[in-house]
């Protein structure tokens, strides 16, 4: 393996994180839409929190797949194929998510309107779910042949740790929405936002401490990687205690920041679980390796100089927009 | 059941087909509300920031529907063409993944900024937001393109332990292919956003409604119409004269050519043809003709499939196994498909050119000419009818290959998705295609009921940080709570 092909992984685990971290309030917001905002006023508010950043948002995904494309063609063809269908109900999701925002406002009446919320909210609930099932369902090793085709049946997509680790996506991308609602918004939502994640948390302990149980029975991570593993495992939990902490104490900013961050941690420890693995096959000897799966030193290093020049105005000019748009959204 | 590489080609043709009536809508209008807001700004004219707010909605309508199919462009390739993308991706990727971080976010975020920020920054700026956004929407079309012009045209690469790769990224970049088909989509966007704006004027001037408020846009998209088809009627020509050098079958197939013609070659306005036999069944011909159009000249011979068949059988024997030694695209489809989009282009020209003659200042006789209005509100649909006729010349008439000489179809789809899931999976977006399409037309209908004025107030309400707006909504609920509890008390 070559420190490019290296970089690489990292660039595109640090493209999913930031997908995670971003466009995870996203859903969570759209969860919160139908779940604990009140009235007509408070679903606007709600959806209007998110309404000028989800876009830019969920550009992160489209960059990480084009950048797994261009850096792992192996890799990529193998996944996205070998996980056909739920891959493209997360499309059909997030096809039928992105237009609710724009239809919602083209929508006079009230019913019009309450069934594009419902929509939004809806497939809210279900892609981070599905995303979840996914990557929990890749780390346990998939049927493949010497090509790296997946010929995977029902169960290997949808079993315990998968379903569980769909839920405990769920739930973060929950929470994490509810602490960005606290922080962007003013009045009775504000409360019953950190009121509700206060509970979720809850939830979301028992989550983890399942998905931990089973990640060491259903993957090789412990095996493979034990200090690894276990620390980021920490990780997720600790920040998790940090950011129930920071709900009860009202510290909204490092509630978010702490959500977000344990989305990071968590594609952190898929990631290096899989090390040095892109895909994992049920018969050892099947599975892609980085250092096969990968594009050439070329590509790479030209991909790899086209990201440092626009990397920092893209970060710039994102910030800015959070910047523009910085004000609590009143009721 | 079908075979998997028909539904895979299906489902590709499908989805490219939908998303690209959307793109050149969006970026079209985004061009025409820049350029409005921008007159707005630099006139100072409320009417034009009311025009701009009105053309806006339509404009994000039409993002909105264009960017989520998008989606599915970018997940195919691995889905359905796990096999392409593997021989690929060394090359293909690169551009898709550019194009992800230069151009995707730069349009999405100051799109945003856009919507959003009417009350939040100054015209100038806020109009630059928005001239950003139409930039980025010209860097994404350079990357697909590039993308696209690579599998019509390969350069820069080697073949690799069994795959392709990148051996200069330059020659990637400056294919002549990419400049061609860039000039050439563009004037399309252009052509596009002119036509749909003159076409949505004329529709209310046909209604009647806010007569003096579209009067203009119908002059200044005209006016990006005259353009934009001229431009592409150039570009066009420009990109057959490479397709000639570079793609021979296809291009003798746009023009029904089977045997070799004499010079000076004979052009087929009209044809019918056996494909299984490889003739012409009948044809009405012009003389001379044929030369002028590919040669600018009234000589030269033009080379026939057959001859062409025969000499790609020796380049690629491999290839020519595949396919029975049969390399001929659909010949019936690209032969019309090729006189729609070029007959269209021509249509285009002559009306958008006539039109701005008859709104000149001093005999503005379209404005009262109701059937001169209805041309123009029904050629609103002949920009996704050309468009999507020059995406089936390209993309058919490149047949076997996925890679043209390099890399055929049946190589390329994902061997290990089963027909049932492909089945399942082109039944939901053909469902979902439709039910997009079918809200996307009826919201568009409601805006035009509503006009500009009705587009000034539904629009700002979008923006939630508008206190004025939410404070009048407020007084509007509990004026309609006052009335409900009136009327229940009376």
């Known amino acids: 393996m070559t420190g490019l092909q290296l970089f690489w992984f990292i660039i595109v685990g640090v493209l999913f994180s930031g997908f995670f971290f971003l466009e995870g309030f996203d859903y969570g917001v759209g969860m919160s839409a139908i779940t604990i905002a009140k009235d007509k006023r408070e679903i606007e508010q709600t959806i209007g929190s998110i309404g000028p950043v989800w876009d830019l948002n969920e550009v992160w995904l489209l960059t990480a797949g084009g950048a797994m494309f261009a850096s792992f063609p192996y890799w990529y063809a193998s996944l996205f194929s070998g996980f056909y269908l739920i891959l493209f109900l997360i499309l059909v999701g997030l096809i039928l998510r992105g237009v609710t925002f724009e239809f919602r406002h083209h929508s006079h009446s009230e019913k019009g309107k309450m069934l594009w919320t419902r929509i939004l909210g809806i497939s809210s609930f279900a892609i981070p779910f599905l995303f979840g099932l996914m990557f929990t369902s890749m780390i346990q090793g998939v049927p493949?042949?010497?090509?790296?085709?997946?010929?995977?049946?029902?169960?290997?997509?949808?079993?315990l740790l998968s379903v569980v680790g769909g839920v405990a996506v769920l739930l973060l991308a929950w929470l994490h929405g509810l602490n960005y609602l606290a922080l962007k918004t003013e009045g009775e939502l504000r409360e019953r936002a950190a009121r509700t994640a206060n509970k979720l948390y809850f939830v979301l302990y028992a989550g983890e401490v399942v998905f931990a149980v089973l990640l060491a029975i259903f993957t090789d991570f412990l095996e493979k990687h034990f200090w690894g593993t276990l620390i980021l495992l920490a990780?997720?939990?600790?920040?998790?205690?940090?950011?129930?902490?920071?709900?009860?104490?009202?510290?909204?900013?490092?509630?978010?920041?702490?959500?977000?961050?344990?989305?990071?941690?968590?594609?952190?420890?898929?990631?290096?679980?899989?090390?040095?693995?892109?895909?994992?096959?049920?018969?050892?000897?099947?599975?892609?390796?980085?250092?096969?799966?990968?594009s050439t030193g070329y590509t790479l290093t030209t991909m790899t100089w086209i990201t440092l020049i626009i990397l920092p105005f893209v970060l710039i000019y994102m910030g800015w927009t959070y910047f523009i748009f910085r004000k609590r959204i009143k009721k | 059941m079908p075979s998997i590489e028909f539904l895979a080609r299906f489902q590709f043709a499908m989805t490219t087909i939908f998303h690209f009536f959307f793109v050149p809508l969006s970026v079209g209008m985004v061009f025409m509300t820049a350029l409005m807001e921008t007159v707005y700004v630099v006139t100072g004219d409320e009417k034009w920031k009311k025009r701009t707010k009105f053309f806006g909605s339509?404009?994000?309508?039409?993002?909105?529907?264009?960017?989520?199919?998008?989606?599915?462009?970018?997940?195919?390739?691995?889905?359905?063409?796990?096999?392409?993308?593997?021989?690929?991706?060394?090359?293909?990727?690169?551009?898709?993944?550019?194009?992800?971080?230069?151009?995707?976010?730069?349009?999405?975020?100051?799109l945003g900024i856009w919507m959003f920020g009417w009350d939040k920054l100054g015209k100038k700026l806020h109009n630059a937001t928005l001239w950003i956004t139409f930039v980025g929407t010209f860097l994404s079309s350079l990357w697909i393109l590039a993308a696209n012009s690579w599998m019509q045209?390969?350069?820069?690469?080697?073949?690799?332990?069994?795959?392709?790769?990148?051996?200069?990224?330059?020659?990637?970049?400056?294919?002549?292919?990419?400049?061609?088909?860039?000039?050439?989509?563009?004037?399309?966007?252009?052509?596009?956003?002119?036509?749909?704006?003159?076409?949505?004027?004329?529709?209310?001037?046909?209604?009647?409604?806010?007569?003096?408020?579209?009067?203009?846009?119908?002059?200044?998209?005209?006016?990006?119409a005259l353009i934009g088809s001229l431009g592409n009627f150039v570009a066009g020509d420009q990109q057959m004269l490479e397709?000639?050098?570079?793609?021979?079958?296809?291009?003798?197939?746009?023009?029904?050519?089977?045997?070799?013609?004499?010079?000076?070659?004979?052009?087929?306005?009209?044809?019918?043809?056996?494909?299984?036999?490889?003739?012409?069944?009948?044809?009405?011909?012009?003389?001379?003709?044929?030369?002028?159009?590919?040669?600018?000249?009234?000589?030269?011979?033009?080379?026939?499939?057959?001859?062409?068949?025969?000499?790609?059988?020796?380049?690629?024997?491999?290839?020519?196994?595949?396919?029975?030694?049969?390399?001929?695209?659909?010949?019936?489809?690209?032969?019309?498909?090729?006189?729609?989009?070029?007959?269209?282009s021509m249509l285009m020209i002559l009306l958008s050119a006539l039109g701005l003659f008859w709104t000149r200042k001093k005999r503005p006789i379209l404005y009262e000419n109701r059937f001169g209005l209805q041309v123009y509100r029904w050629f609103l649909f002949s920009p996704f009818l050309a468009i999507t006729s020059g995406w089936l010349v390209t993309e058919l008439g490149r047949y076997p290959w996925t890679v043209y000489g390099l890399f055929t179809i049946r190589d390329s789809v994902s061997p290990n998705v089963s027909a049932g899931s492909l089945l399942f999976s082109n039944a939901v977006y053909f469902l979902l295609f439709c039910f997009?399409?079918?809200v996307m037309i009826y919201f568009t209908i409601q805006r035009m009921k509503q006009g500009v004025e009705g587009a000034e107030t539904a629009y700002v309400s979008l923006d939630p940080f508008n206190q004025e707006v939410l404070d009048t909504k407020q007084e509007e609920t509990e004026k309609s709570v006052d009335d409900v509890k009136k009327g229940a008390e009376e």
């Not at chain 2, 069994?162 to 294919?175: D, E, H, K, Y």
Request: net charge neutral; charged share 15%.
């Open chain 2, 243 to 344: 397709v000639q050098r570079t793609q021979p079958m296809k291009f003798a197939a746009t023009e029904g050519v089977y045997e070799t013609t004499p010079s000076p070659a004979a052009w087929d306005m009209v044809a019918f043809f056996n494909e299984s036999e490889h003739t012409e069944v009948f044809g009405i011909r012009i003389p001379y003709m044929l030369s002028i159009l590919t040669y600018h000249r009234p000589s030269g011979s033009v080379e026939g499939m057959n001859e062409i068949n025969a000499k790609l059988q020796k380049q690629f024997p491999e290839a020519a196994k595949e396919v029975n030694g049969n390399f001929f695209p659909p010949v019936t489809v690209l032969f019309w498909t090729f006189r729609i989009m070029a007959g269209l």
């Open chain 1, 235 to 294: 990780a997720i939990v600790i920040l998790t205690v940090f950011a129930h902490l920071s709900v009860r104490a009202k510290k909204e900013m490092s509630a978010f920041l702490a959500s977000g961050l344990t989305f990071v941690a968590l594609v952190a420890l898929i990631f290096q679980g899989i090390f040095p693995r892109v895909m994992i096959a049920t018969n050892p000897a099947h599975s892609i390796l980085i250092k096969n799966a990968s």
């Open chain 2, 436 to 438: 997009l399409g079918g």
């Open chain 1, 144 to 159: 493949m042949d010497a090509r790296g085709n997946v010929s995977a049946t029902f169960t290997s997509y949808v079993n």
């Open chain 2, 58 to 110: 339509i404009m994000l309508l039409s993002f909105a529907v264009g960017v989520v199919t998008g989606i599915i462009q970018e997940f195919q390739f691995g889905m359905n063409w796990s096999e392409y993308s593997r021989y690929v991706g060394d090359i293909f990727g690169a551009p898709l993944a550019v194009e992800a971080l230069l151009a995707f976010f730069l349009e999405s975020t100051f």
């Open chain 2, 153 to 224: 045209n390969p350069v820069g690469y080697e073949v690799k332990g069994g795959r392709a790769t990148l051996t200069s990224f330059s020659a990637l970049i400056t294919n002549p292919q990419t400049i061609l088909e860039f000039s050439h989509v563009t004037t399309g966007f252009l052509l596009t956003g002119g036509f749909i704006t003159a076409g949505i004027a004329a529709y209310q001037l046909l209604k009647n409604r806010e007569v003096d408020m579209f009067k203009p846009v119908l002059r200044l998209g005209l006016l990006v």
